[in-house]
Nanobody, 123 residues
Framework: VQLQASGGGLVQAGDSLRLSCTAS??????MGWFRQAPGKERDIISA????????FYADSVKGRSTISRDNAKNTVYLQLNSLEPEDTAIYYC???????????????????WGRGTQVTVSS
């Protein structure tokens, strides 16, 4: 199983980006996005269930991001708008099938990880 993330880059404050993550080999109950800024811990920022009926956003991106998934392509997307320099980080795609109806923000349940894609926002 591989998770391949893409879509990062260097943008200016106020710009938008769409990150993509494609899972090969199998599908997952939950797919999500984490990010890790320099000197900080890796935090979950968004997640979505296979059906799309449950979605989580961290406060840091709520209101300016949209997560979605295309199950036919086994791909999850994260649209980030109104980017700020504080959004600069490595963004990681993660997935799990060890979800049984609880919170999507339980970081310990994610057991498949992509390599990450760098997002840099200049002021």
């Amino acid at each position: 199983v591989q998770l391949q993330a893409s879509g990062g880059g260097l943008v200016q404050a106020g710009d938008s980006l769409r990150l993509s993550c494609t899972a090969s080999g199998r599908s997952f109950k939950v797919m999500g996005w984490f990010r890790q800024a320099p000197g900080k811990e890796r935090d979950i920022i968004s997640a979505i269930t296979w059906s799309g009926s449950r979605i989580f956003y961290a406060d840091s991106v709520k209101g300016r991001s949209t997560i979605s998934r295309d199950n036919a392509k086994n791909t999850v997307y994260l649209q980030l708008n109104s980017l700020e320099p504080e959004d600069t980080a490595i963004y990681y795609c993660a997935a799990t099938s060890r979800w049984y109806g609880g919170t999507l923000s339980a970081t310990g349940m994610y057991d498949q990880w992509g390599r990450g894609t760098q997002v840099t926002v200049s002021s």
